[in-house]
């Protein structure tokens, strides 16, 4: 079973053990949020069927020519500017057969590709507030209890914290696997 429908028959168990207080438990889903998910998981499966990660793997090749460095500096870079308007989770798994397609095609260590995009995809996911899925759930909570977070008052603190640490974590990359 895939996660999507394992997630979809615990669902279908908790509306069906919950009886009576089904209406009330319906009422409290937030479905901007469910209904922004569903968007974006669209939006990467497109990604996926019309083979612009493959093109994206095959640039990535022509621009570095097989160096390691930087391979790594454009995967970090890539992956965390994308992760901060695309949820992390999606666009990792989606990124996948790019760098495995890196590492097979340039002859570069896969292990070292994967904690590259890791490390972008997951630092990069926090500096929008649709980056991450604890992003949107996050102001999403906020924004019900009566304290409303802006795009600009997010990103004003966090985008810049979210550079200084994608730039650290890619001299650490560096240090560890160049």
Partial sequence: MSVAQIAAVIAIVTLLTSGRHIPELLKKVDYKTLLFFVGLFIVVGGLEETQILVAIANLIGRIS????????????????????????????????????????????????????????????????????????????VSAQNGHLITWGRYCKASAPAAVIVVAVSMLIIFVRYC
Wanted: aromatic share 6%.
């Fill in 65 to 140: 020519q097989g160096n390691l460095i930087l391979m790594v500096v454009i995967v970090i870079w890539v992956s965390a500017v994308a992760s901060a308007f695309v949820d992390n989770i999606p666009f990792a798994a989606t990124m996948v057969p790019v760098i495995q397609s890196l590492a097979a095609t340039q002859g570069v260590p896969l292990d070292t590709l994967a904690y590259t995009l890791a490390m972008g995809t997951d630092i990069g996911g926090s500096a929008t507030p649709i980056g991450a899925s604890a992003n949107v759930v996050g102001t999403s």
